[in-house]
């Protein structure tokens, strides 16, 4: 098998914990363990013993997630180490060398380099940002052109990486009628539900049509990242299928990431997770868009939901050279928008500590000044 790089993740992985300023990242500021455990929860923590944990996850989380999506059940779950091995867990199950998937981009790019090194004849359909009109338009009826009943898989990312677009429920019923006209399955990436940014809900695929297979983890919304825990749902019959494949890489979720993540899954304390990560990133969001409205040159959408946005910058530079003067003379990590197929765009998190979002917008403005000037 050849596999291109990630090249996103390369960059990130290799140079995110060698620069003073860190906007890379797509999450929010994680959680510490004695913020998501009540003290008289300690002891159960430490008692833990370290062992194989069932290989799917244990029936208690399994339960945790069925109860987020309608109708299901711990039959249509299995537990991934984090959302990546369910992506890939999920495309390895379902795609064949000679299928024909369509990914929706600009997105995480994982299931776009995946497919291909499976063999398949990938196609992008494409979110377009209207920067005057605020909008990025999602068109459905390029989408049903293109999907043929030779497409295998529809691969979406729902609240969208790294747009902050959502599409809504009527949207992803026409998805799903479309997908089903043609045999296709679709996976949707549902890592950012709970990071939305108005306090509402981001609708599932779950249920929409037969063929749905949803991914989703701990790391992005909740803040847990360090416990990579992900998940897979879908038909029995595939999470079975998912599940062999399984054995062929992590086999199973580590002990305490099983135990923490079921306590965090808990609702009272979901709740209060997600109540958290609405606050922080609502709080930084408005200082980016400040930030971004005295600049003449600095353009946005705003985003719906996750905890990044795309910056469409004035300066005559590509993305990646600026990013990497960034990383070298402002010690400052950023991801080019080359890495979506976006040139002459960078994203931008904002769901770490305000102080150092402050500090990293400032060093990206002298850094677009002396390009400006040069």
């Not at 747009?163 to 990436?189: F, H, Q």
Request: overall charge negative.
């Amino acid at each position: 098998m050849q596999i291109e790089p990630f090249v996103m993740e390369r960059w990130q992985s290799t140079f995110e914990h060698h620069v003073d300023l860190n906007l890379s990242d797509s999450g929010v500021m994680p959680l510490r363990v004695d913020e998501l455990l009540d003290p008289d929860e300690y002891q159960d923590l430490l008692s833990q013993q370290m062992i194989y944990t069932q290989s799917n996850g244990t029936p208690e989380l399994r339960d945790r997630i069925a109860a987020l999506y309608p109708d299901a059940t711990r039959e249509n779950l299995e537990v991934t180490n984090g959302g990546s091995e369910a992506n890939l867990i999920s495309a390895w199950s379902l795609v064949e060398a000679g299928d024909e998937v369509i990914v929706q981009i600009p997105n995480y790019m994982q299931l776009w380099g995946v497919t291909r090194a499976l063999g398949a004849d990938v196609k992008p359909w494409r979110l377009r940002p209207d920067l005057d009109a605020g909008t990025w338009h999602l068109d459905l009826d390029e989408l049903e052109a293109m999907v043929t009943p030779k497409t295998k898989l529809i691969a979406i990312c729902n609240p969208n990486n790294p747009a902050g677009s959502i599409i809504g429920a009527d949207d992803l019923d026409r998805i799903a009628e479309i997908a089903s006209r043609n045999g296709a399955w679709t996976l949707i990436d549902e890592i950012y539900h709970g990071a939305e940014l108005d306090g509402s809900t981001t609708p599932t695929m779950w249920g929409r049509h037969e063929r749905v297979i949803v991914t989703n983890s701990l790391s992005k919304a909740y803040g847990l990242p360090g416990l990579r825990i992900g998940w897979i749902l879908g038909p029995e019959d595939t999470v079975e299928r998912c599940w062999g494949r399984h054995d062929y890489t992590s086999i199973s979720p580590g002990a305490l990431s099983d135990h923490l993540a079921e306590k965090a899954l808990q609702p009272e304390r979901r709740e209060r997770i997600l109540k958290r990560t609405r606050e922080m990133l609502t709080k930084n969001l408005e200082i980016t868009m400040d930030w971004v409205e005295q600049r003449e040159q600095i353009r946005t959408i705003r985003p719906n939901g996750g905890a990044y946005l795309m910056l469409s910058y004035g300066n005559e530079i590509n993305s990646s050279e600026l990013a990497e003067r960034l990383r070298v003379e402002k010690s400052m990590l950023l991801v080019p928008g080359d890495h979506f197929g976006m040139d002459g765009w960078v994203r931008v998190g904002f769901g770490y500590d305000t102080d150092t979002l402050v500090a990293g917008l400032e060093r990206l403005d002298e850094m677009l000044k002396e390009i400006g000037s040069s």
